[in-house]
Each structure stands twice: as C-alpha cells, then as structure tokens.
C-alpha cells in the first residue's frame, strides 16, 4: 500500500478540527454537503477515503481556504512521516 491508513486518520483528524473551528457538528457539515452524518464520520475517522474534490467541497462548506487547508495537511503529514521515522531510527 503506497498511502498508509495512519495518513488518511491524519486527514480526517484535521478536517474533524476544521469543523469543530467552524463551529458546525457533523450533521450541520452533512446538511450543508447534502450527504448523510454517516459520511462525515466515516471520513473524520480515517475509515473513508475522499478525493481531491470532495475535499474542495468540504472546506468550501466550512467556509475556509482551500490552499491553506492543502498545505496545511502536507504539513501535518510531512511532520507525522519525519515523528514516524525518527522513532524508528531509534535502537
């Protein structure tokens, strides 16, 4: 597997924390998305992956900047490589 699961809980935890910023529960974001509350939760969880549009689509309904949000989330998961990595080189 080239993407590993722990990245796609890293995604879903940082847009979890952009919904809670926004100040929306889930079943607002699913309202305003036209999907079920069940969507939101599977992809928060890391259990569904999204793809590049629905992930423009999300911050779209969260009212917030889809560039920052995208380098913000390579930023987290660069950082959560380099943590996974050093901890690895350890003896």
């Known amino acids: 597997m080239w993407i590993s699961t722990g990245e796609y809980k ?3 935890s940082y847009l979890e924390a952009l919904r809670g910023a926004a100040k929306l529960t889930q079943q607002e974001l699913a309202a305003r998305l036209g999907k079920p ?4 939760s599977s992809y928060e969880s ?3 992956r999204i793809d590049v549009l ?3 689509r999300i911050v779209e309904a969260l009212g917030g900047n889809a560039r920052a949000v995208c380098k913000g989330l390579v ?3 660069e950082a959560n490589r380099r943590k996974a990595q050093k901890g690895r080189a350890r003896p």
């Open 75 to 77: 930023d987290t998961i």
């Open 54 to 56: 629905e992930l423009l």
């Open 37 to 40: 509350q069940s969507f939101i």
């Open 10 to 12: 890293v995604v879903g």
């Open 46 to 48: 890391g259990q569904r």
